[in-house]
Structure formats: C-alpha cells, structure tokens
C-alpha cells in the first residue's frame, strides 16, 4: 500500500522555464510534508519542508504548495537551471505511538528523475 | 564536520554471508535510520533509534539487526545475506524527530 506516490517517474524541461513536480498521498494523519534532492552516487539532501497548517512554503527559487483536500503536494522550480537535474523524493511524516513511546516516520515517494536542458 | 559517513561503500556478498555496514554522525544527532532504495520503490525504513541503546523496526526489517551502543554510530547487520537484499542502503541522522534528516553517501550491496 504506497501511501505517497509520484506518478511522474520522469520530468524533462527546458532551462529558466518552470518545473512542476507532483506528489500524493492517502494518509489523512500525515502532519508535515518534505521534499528531498538525489544526485547521483550521494544521499538525498532535504530540500524544502511545508507543515499541514500551511498551504505555501517558498524558498528561493523552490516552491511547495499543498492542498490537503486533495491530499497532493507539488514542488515548484523557477526558474529551473541545469544543475537542477537530478532525483526529487517527497515524503510525509507522521507521528506514531508505541510501547509507551511516540515518534516519526517519514514515508517516501518513488521519487521522479527532473532533467533541465540548456 | 564529515555529517554522515558510511562504511563501506561497495560490497559484494555471496548468498549466506553476514556482514556489518556501518553508519557514523558527528552532529550529536539523536534520531539515526537505515533506509533501503530499490528501483521504483523510494526510500523504505529498515530499523530507526530514537537514542543511545534504543532501536526499533520500521517497515521492512526482515533479515536485518541493529546495535546503537554508541551516540554517534549505528550498525546494521545481515546475518545471513539473500539476493533480495541487494540494494542500495541509506543511513541518516536527524537532531530530534524525523523531519529534516541528514544522509550518508549510500552503502551499494549486491549478493550473488
């Protein structure tokens, strides 16, 4: 059961136009949403977080927007650049409570491969 | 500051073989996570540690042990390796909480 899902396994887009990249989920008790980097050879890095009270969280040149009746979150690049070019997971995090303890997981996308072209 | 390290980063086991792969955060971190990356599959949470001595299971820990005696490290085990455990395995830290975690480079095992 993929309770977050990137449909997309592939985006290509043109360098300084916008890059769309977009992610559901099923989970009602998700609590705080997260986008992570991929290059090549290296360990995801995070990227931009939005928390469930939130419908916008802007850094820079990346955006992420979210609409919980939707359940979908999407990820925008603007301008998109090259280096850009890489492997883009969201996840959602939920708290969960066992044993006496609470604590968090995060649950992953499939991830989507983003390609900028000169 | 190094972040995450992985050791070591390629391995190649025969089908049975044990090995230990190990994780180590210089950022006094409390939370540390194994993850495994299949292809079209993300990032799946083998076992986490929420502290010094403490562990637990995340969504796909069959086949797998860990041991956090120390802060800083966190090691993973295969006893007794199967070729579904090829794959591509992910350590990660994160100061409290499972929010904005830190990873390593990426241990890539494959077992024959």
């Known amino acids: 059961d993929q309770q977050v899902k990137q449909n997309s396994p592939s985006l290509s887009v043109q360098e300084g136009r916008i890059s769309i990249l977009n992610c559901d989920y099923t989970?009602?008790?998700?609590?705080?949403f997260l986008w992570y980097k991929k290059y090549p050879a290296e360990g995801p890095t995070f990227l931009i977080s939005?928390?469930?009270?939130?419908d916008k969280n802007e850094d820079g040149r990346f955006t992420v927007f979210l609409n919980k009746s939707a359940k979908h979150l999407s990820l925008h690049i603007v301008p998109s650049q090259p280096g850009d070019s890489a492997v883009y997971f969201c996840?959602?995090?939920?708290?969960?409570?066992?044993?006496?303890?609470?604590?968090?997981?995060?649950?992953f996308g499939q991830g989507t491969i983003l390609t900028v072209h000169p | 500051n190094a972040g995450v390290t992985q050791t070591p980063k390629f391995r190649v086991l025969k089908t049975g073989q044990s090995m230990t792969l190990l994780c180590a955060q210089d950022?006094?971190?409390?939370?540390m996570y194994w993850y495994r990356q299949d292809p079209g599959m993300g990032l799946r949470l083998i076992h986490y540690?929420?502290?010094?001595?403490?562990?637990a299971k995340g969504e796909v820990p069959d086949g797998y042990n860990v041991s956090r005696l120390k802060k800083q490290n966190f090691l993973l085990g295969l006893e007794s390796a199967a070729p579904s455990q090829t794959s591509v395995y992910f350590c990660?830290?994160?100061?409290?909480?499972?929010?904005?975690?830190?990873f390593g480079p990426g241990t890539r095992l494959t077992v024959t």
């Open positions: 950022m006094n971190h409390e939370y």
């Open positions: 990660a830290s994160s100061l409290k909480g499972p929010y904005e975690q830190y």
């Open positions: 989970n009602s008790m998700f609590d705080y």
């Open positions: 996840a959602a995090s939920t708290i969960i409570i066992a044993g006496g303890t609470s604590y968090g997981k995060l649950t």
């Open positions: 939005i928390s469930s009270i939130k």
């Open positions: 540690s929420v502290g010094e001595g403490t562990t």
